[in-house]
T-cell receptor, first 113, second 111 residues
Framework: NAGVTQTPKFQVLKTGQSMTLQCAQD?????MYWYRQDPGMGLRLIYYSASEGTTDKGEVPNGYNVSRLNKREFSLRLESAAPSQTSVYFC????????????FGPGTRLTVT | SQQGEEDPQALSIQEGENATMNCSYK?????LQWYRQNSGRGLVHLILIRSNEREKHSGRLRVTLDTSKKSSSLLITASRAADTASYFCATDRSGNTPLVFGKGTRLSVIA
């Protein structure tokens, strides 16, 4: 089992460019999450999908969109990247929402210049 | 907004010593979880303690929860260099509210 996989591992964008971060899990989990991690800030929730077919905003959703493509895949899109979106992005999944342990991917390090 | 706050922010100990880190939170919780993050990697779940539990063990890890003080502690006994990582607590207020992470404690174990 690969667990949670994320692509790409690294990305550099210019301000205004768009991109999609991909995430997939092979654990048949119902819930999936996107977080960002900034130095000294811990993890902050961007969007989550409690089950296939649903998505909801987290703490910091502005500037992002998500798609729960199927039970396995949950993508995060930046439509017009800004320097403030420079961060490390983590995807996670869990068998049930919130109270369950979460499994994390290896992260995507994004730099916006 | 951060619900949990870990203390200390950084901790450096010798191999073989015990490491204790604390987490305080502001509102009532459903569960509290501890995660480890090695440098440049994703988080790994260590242990979950429910609000009606006071203590839990897993290998060299011991977690306590004091809901009256809104605090939890993570004890790592007989630490090893491989325990060098950042440790985060995370809380949820109910089964329907997102997990909220603290800012973490950076632990360095010196061989």
């Amino acid at each position: 089992n690969a667990g949670v996989t994320q692509t790409p591992k690294f990305q550099v964008l210019k301000t205004g460019q768009s991109m999609t971060l991909q995430c997939a899990q092979d654990m048949n989990h119902n819930s999936m999450y996107w977080y960002r991690q900034d130095p000294g800030m811990g993890l902050r929730l961007i969007y989550y999908s409690a089950s296939e077919g649903t998505t909801d905003k987290g703490e910091v959703p502005n500037g992002y969109n998500v798609s729960r493509l199927n039970k396995r895949e949950f993508s995060l899109r930046l439509e017009s990247a800004a320097p403030s979106q420079t961060s490390v992005y983590f995807c996670a999944s869990s068998s049930g929402p919130f109270s369950y342990e979460q499994y994390f991917g290896p992260g995507t390090r994004l730099t916006v210049t | 907004s951060q619900q949990g706050e870990e203390d200390p922010q950084a901790l450096s100990i010798q191999e073989g010593e015990n490491a204790t880190m604390n987490c305080s939170y502001k509102t009532s919780i459903n569960n509290l979880q501890w995660y480890r993050q090695n440098s440049g990697r994703g988080l790994v779940h260590l242990i979950l303690i429910r609000s009606n539990e006071r203590e839990k063990h897993s290998g060299r890890l011991r977690v306590t929860l004091d809901t009256s003080k809104k605090s939890s502690s993570l004890l790592i006994t007989a630490s090893r260099a491989a325990d060098t990582a950042s440790y985060f607590c995370a809380t949820d207020r109910s089964g329907n509210t997102p997990l909220v992470f603290g800012k973490g404690t950076r632990l360095s174990v010196i061989a």
